[in-house]
C-alpha cells in the first residue's frame, strides 16, 4: 500500500503507485485533468505525492512516447496560424514539470538522444543554461567556469537598465550612452529583451601586446574610439534628505543656514542653494559643497545653556557632496513622505568618460582594466587602415581557454563585413567552417588574422595579428568610485591615529605584514616615518619616570607627582605608547620610562 | 703549501679541501693558488649574510608566503595515497609548534643489506614490526551475560602466521590485565573479572580494554608498507615506536627514521632532532611543489633546538624566549606577559623590533643599525 498526499495532506493509499501515476499523467495530457497538476512517486519512502499549490517552479518540456516525441515537424510549422502554444499544452505535448516531478522524468537533451526510455525532451538544449548564460555566443565551447565568470560580469555591465531611468531615483547606477546590438548573438537575445536593453558595444579587437602596458588582463584603448563614445556612461547618483520633527515641537528647517548657527561652513559652500534652501538643477558642483541646506535643534536639551540669551542656537545639519565626489545636479524632487514629513531627493549626474583602470569585459568571462589609452595615430594599423578600438594581450587565452571568445572575434569580423548578425546560439550555432569560409569570400585571411602595422614607426609587424569584432560590455567598477589618497587630514580622536574609510577622506593602513615588509628590506627609518602619524612630544621626569607636562602658566615643565626641583626631558614618541603606558597604569603596573642620551 | 691556506682560514672548511683536491688535479702553482684563494675568498665574503640583515623576518616570510597557497592546495589530496598522511599546511603547523605527537606518525626502516634485498625476507620482518593486538588475533568478542565473563574466539590461522600458540596468548593476556582471571578453553580464552559482582558496563569495559591489549609486534604499529626504493626494500610504517625498532636484528639502526621529532631527541639526540625538523620541512614544501631556500629551513631548525631541547614556534616555545616584555606581550596573552614582568620588575632596553616600532622609533636593523660618531670641533674656542 502507498499512501497519497495532495499537497502535503494526506488523501488516501493505492495499491500500485507507477500504475496510479501513469493514469493520473495521462489524465492530465488528456486535459481532464488541470495541467498545473504535478505527480510524483517517491520510490525510496513509497509515497505517491500530487503537487497543485502555487508558488512552484515549472518549466515546459516536449512529451515522448516510445522513444518519439509528440511534438512534429509538422505541427512546428502550424504554430503561430493554426495552433498555439496553449493549443499544445492542451493537447499534452507540451507539459510543464516541477521540481520533484521531474526526478520521475527521464529528459533527452537532443532528439538524437532519444531512447525508448526517455519519457520527455528539452524543447531546446538551451533551456539548460539560464539568462545570462543563454546570451554568451559559442558557450559549448568554453569552460563551464568561465561561463559562470562570464554571467557576473554580465550583471555588472552597464546598459540601458531600465527605460524610465530618467524619472527614477535608484541608488548608484550608470547609463550606457551608445549601447549596441551583438553582432554575433543567440537567438536567446530575441526572446529576453535583450535586444532592446543591450549592454554592451561591438568593437574592433587585436590580440598583441603594446609596449608592455597591457600585461596581465590589462587592456589598451584607442584614444579615437574614447572621443567618439566608446565605453561613455553617466552616472546617477541620489541624495536624500527629511525634515524631521521631533518631541517638544523642534524640527528642522530647510533654508540657507545664518551665519549664527553652530557649524556653519563658509558662505561659498552655499552659493547653489536657492532661496528655499535647496540646489537648483544643473549647478556644477564639487567636493564637500552643499546640496541642501538643514539646521535642526541641538542633539540634547542640555546643551541650551541657561545664560545664553540666544537660547534657541541650532546646528547646521546640510547633505553635503562627500570627499571625492562631484557632478551636476540632474533633478530636484520635492514631496513628502509617509509620515507627512517634507522629503527632498536631488539627483545628481556626471559624465563617466574611459579612463586608466575603468573595468571591461567580454562575454566570456575575459575581464580587463584599462592600462593605457593611445592616441589612434598611435595605434597599429591594418592594410585596409582600420585601427582597433582595444588591444588584448593573447596571453590571457592559453590557460583560460576561452575558445568562445576567439570564435566570436571572426564571427564579428564576418558579420560586420557582411552587414548581418551571426547566429552564436549555444550547441546549435552557426558552424566555425562556415564563419571562416565566408571570411575568406569577403576577401580575408580565413583565420582572422592580417597583416599589421606599427602606428608610431610605421613599420610592418613581422607576425600577422588576430583582429576581428567583439562585444565588449564596461563594468560597472570605475576608478573613479575607488581611488583613494591622502597626506594628511582627519584623525581619531583616541589614538591620533589617521582614520579609516575612503568616503571620510582616510588613510590606507600600512599594516603588520608591510610593515614586516619594510623590516626585512632593513628600512629602519622609512619605517619610523611611515609610522609618525601619530608622535607626539612627552615630557618625562626623570624622577619617577612618569609623563609630566607643560605648564604654559609658569612656562616649566613640571611632574605632578614630585612636583619641586626634578629634571624633566622632552621626548618623541607615538601617541599610540603612551596610550599603552596609561593601560598599564589602569592595570596597577607602574610603567617607568628611563631616559638615557642619545649621543 | 698549507701554509698558504692557514691565512685563509675564514673559509669553510669542505671549500679548502675541494680547492686542496682541485690543486692537485691541476697542478697549481703557488702563485696561482692563492689567486684561486683570493678570489673564492671574495666570491664567499659577497655571498655572506650583511650585519644589520633582519635573516628572522626573510625567513619568516619565506615561510608565510608560500603556506598561504599551501591552505588552498592541501585538501585537495584527501584520500589519494594509500596511507592518509598528513601533508602541506597542516603538517608544517605541526613541526614548527613543535606537538608531542605527530597526528600521522611514520617510521622508514631500513634493512641491513642481507635481508633487504628478498620481498618475502623482507615482508616477514615487516609482519615482525608489526604490532598486533588481541582484536587482530581474535576472531570474536562474546560478552557471557548470564556468567557475567568475556569470550574471546582466537583465529587459528593468524595465529599460526604469527607463530604464536593459546598458552602464550593467555599468558600476556593475563599479565596486562591485573584483576582478571584468564582461562583457556580450545580455541578461545576466557576473562573474568575477580571483582565480585560485574555490572554489565563494566564487563562491556573489560571487553573494550581486551581488544587493545598488545600482544607481539612493535607497540603502536598499526601498519606495514614494505616499498622497493633503488635497489632495496624500506619498510614504512603507520605509528613509530624508534626504540624498539632500533632493537629489532636485521635492522640497519643508522639508517632508522621516524617523524617524530621528540622520540627523535629522545632516543638520537636533538642533532638527530633538527636534521628531522629540516627534512620533514622539505619534504611537505617540495611535495606542494614549491622551493623554500634550505638556509631559512636551517636557520627556524637552529632556533627551535639550540637550548638542547625541542622548542615550538609558539607563545610557550621560543618566543617565550625573548629578552624584551614589549615584544613577548605583542604575540598572543599580552597581559600575563606584562603583569609578571611588573612583579619583578623586568626592564626592557628596547634593543629589538617590535618594542621600536611601537615607539616609534628606528628599528636597530638596516639603516637603523648603524651609528655615526664624529670628532666635534670645540666650539668655544
Partial sequence: MTEVYLDEKYIGEVDSPREFVKKVRSERRKNNLPNALNIFYDSDLNEVKIEMSRGRARRPLIVVENGKPLLTDKMIEKLGTELTWSDFVKKGIIEYLDASEEENAFVALDEKDLTTKHTHLEINPITILGICSSL???????????????????KQSLGLYASNFLIRMDTDVSVLHYPQIPIVRSFMSDIYPHNEYPNGQNIVIALMSYEGYNMQDAIILNKGSVDRGLGRSTFFKPYKLEELRYSGGLKDDIIIPDKEVKGYKSERDYRYLEEDGIIYPEAKINEEEVIIGKIS?????????????????????????????????????????????????????????????????????????????VPQEDMPITAAGITPDIIFSPHSIPTRMTISHLIEIIGGKVGSLSGKYIDGTTFDSRSEQSIREELASLG????????????????????????GNIYYQKLKYMVKNKLQSR????????????????AKGGGIRLGEMEKDCLVAHGASLLLKERFDSDKTILYVCENCGMVGMYDHFKSRKTCPKCSGNVE??????????????????????????????KY | MSKIYESYLELPSPIIEEIKKLVIKYKLSDSDLKEVLNRTKKAYENKLIEPGEAIGIVTAESFGEPS????????????????????????????????????????????????????????????????????????????NIMDSHVEIKLS??????????????SDIVQNALKTVIVQQDRDSLIIKSTAKDTKLSDLYKLKEKCKEIHICGLKGITQVLPMKEGDEFVIYTAGSNLKEALEIEEVDAKRVK?????????????????????????????????????????FLADAMTKSGVIKGVTRSGITKEKESVLAKASFETPIPHLVNASLVGERDSLNSVIENVMLNQPVPLGTGLPGLMAKMKDTKK
Fill in chain 1, 136 to 154: 554568451v555566443p559559442y558557450a559549448n565551447f568554453n569552460a563551464s567556469s568561465k561561463l559562470i565568470i562570464g554571467n557576473k560580469f554580465q
Fill in chain 1, 297 to 373: 535643534p541641538p542633539r540634547f536639551l542640555g546643551e541650551l545653556e541657561e545664560f545664553s540669551i540666544a537660547a534657541n542656537i541650532r546646528r547646521e545639519n546640510s547633505v553635503t557632496l562627500k570627499h571625492g565626489e562631484s557632478g551636476i545636479v540632474d533633478m530636484v524632487v520635492i514631496t513628502e513622505n509617509e509620515e507627512g514629513n517634507k522629503f527632498i531627493q536631488v539627483r545628481l549626474r556626471e559624465q563617466r568618460i574611459p579612463e586608466l583602470g575603468d573595468k571591461f569585459a567580454s562575454r566570456h568571462g575575459q575581464k580587463g582594466v584599462v592600462g593605457l589609452i
Fill in chain 1, 444 to 467: 580575408f585571411r580565413e583565420d582572422g588574422t592580417e597583416v599589421m602595422y606599427n602606428g608610431i614607426t610605421g613599420e610592418r609587424y613581422k607576425v600577422r595579428i588576430y583582429v
Fill in chain 1, 487 to 502: 597626506a594628511s587630514g582627519k584623525v581619531q580622536l583616541l589614538t591620533r591615529q589617521p582614520i579609516e574609510g575612503r
Fill in chain 1, 568 to 597: 624633566i626631558s622632552a621626548i618623541e614618541l607615538s601617541y599610540a605608547f603612551k596610550l599603552l603606558l596609561d593601560e598599564l597604569k589602569s592595570l596597577c603596573i607602574y610603567p617607568k620610562l628611563i631616559l638615557r642620551s
Fill in chain 2, 68 to 143: 598561504t597557497q599551501m591552505v588552498l592546495r592541501t585538501f585537495h589530496f584527501a584520500g589519494v595515497s594509500e596511507m592518509n598522511i598528513t601533508v602541506g599546511l597542516p603538517r608544517l603547523i605541526e613541526i614548527f609548534d613543535a606537538r608531542k605527537e605527530p597526528s600521522t606518525p611514520i617510521m622508514e626502516i631500513y634493512l641491513q643489506k642481507k635481508y633487504s634485498e628478498s620481498p618475502t625476507r623482507v615482508k616477514e620482518i615487516a609482519e615482525k614490526i608489526k604490532g598486533n593486538t588481541l582484536q587482530d588475533l581474535a576472531s570474536e568478542f562474546l560478552l
Fill in chain 2, 156 to 169: 587459528r590461522n593468524k595465529m599460526q602466521e604469527l607463530n604464536i600458540n593459546s598458552k602464550q596468548m
Fill in chain 2, 258 to 298: 621516524t617523524n617524530n621529532l621528540f622520540e627523535m631527541a629522545n632516543i638520537l639526540g636533538i642533532e638527530a632532532a633538527r636534521q628531522t625538523i629540516i627534512n620533514e620541512s622539505i619534504k611537505v614544501i617540495k611535495e606542494q611543489g614549491l622551493s623554500i631556500d634550505i638556509r631559512h629551513i636551517m
